[in-house]
């Protein structure tokens, strides 16, 4: 399940209910929060009669580099919050996914943000090894 917009980790053993909370904490150790949460299953239920696999969509953010990057670029809170996504996979174990920061930076174009840039996209790889 390799994309360049994202990084991607298989979790064989663990399950939906087991993988969220690890996200979360492995995030906090970052210095990252979840702003928003959409249960993908939930709202495809309710809105379209849809049953569809146990799916997550979180909304990161580390307060002190997204004040960085908006006091860089007003624009950059389009790519904000840093998205992270938890799904059960189809084995009974479950997938997690975080976006990928150096492919968001690149729509901004601005080569001065590239340090911000590689600060992101390292605080979160690095939650996700620890997930």
């Avoid at 959409?38 to 146990?54: G, P, Q, Y």
């Amino acid at each position: 399940m390799a994309t360049n917009y994202g990084y991607t980790k298989q979790l064989e053993n663990v399950d939906y209910d087991q993988a969220l909370p690890r996200v979360v904490e492995a995030l906090k150790s970052e210095g990252f929060g979840v702003l928003t949460e959409i249960d993908v299953k939930e709202t495809l239920k309710k809105k379209i009669d849809v049953d569809f696999r146990r799916y997550k969509i979180l909304g990161a953010c580390n307060p002190a580099l997204a004040h960085q990057a908006l006091s860089q670029e007003a624009l950059i809170g389009l790519l904000l919050p840093c998205n992270v996504v938890v799904f059960d996979d189809d084995h009974g174990g479950s997938v997690v996914a975080f976006t990928n920061a150096l492919e968001r930076f690149k729509l901004v174009d601005r080569p001065e943000m590239q340090g911000l840039a590689d600060e992101v996209d390292a605080k979160l790889r690095r939650a996700l090894d620890r997930v």
